[in-house]
């Protein structure tokens, strides 16, 4: 962070109680406190353009129990590498559904 420099006959910054120089903390606070006041309607409106332009993640679980994450839709379309990867019991669900025609397969 660059250091400002200031002239030799320059007054010491004094605080609101006229205690004499700020401390470097208290220097930094109070730079950042006015930049915040200077920029905060433009940050404003940049949360406000960014929000329309960005769509927010479905989220649930912790703390939000009122909240109701919706599932993916069933699936329609099965691969090879599904049937040969499930178990025997869900691989005979999963044939019977595809020629009954509930389901499509692909390769």
Known sequence: MARLVRPADAKPVKNKRGKGKLSTPEVRREYQRRYYQLHKEKAKEYQRQYNLTHKKK???GRGK??????????????????IMHTPVEKTLKILEKIIN?????TM
């Open 58 to 60: 479905a989220r649930g």
């Open 65 to 82: 129990a009122n909240f109701v994450c919706p599932r993916e839709d069933i699936r329609q379309t099965f691969n090879t590498s599904d």
């Open 101 to 105: 025609g509930d389901r499509l397969f």
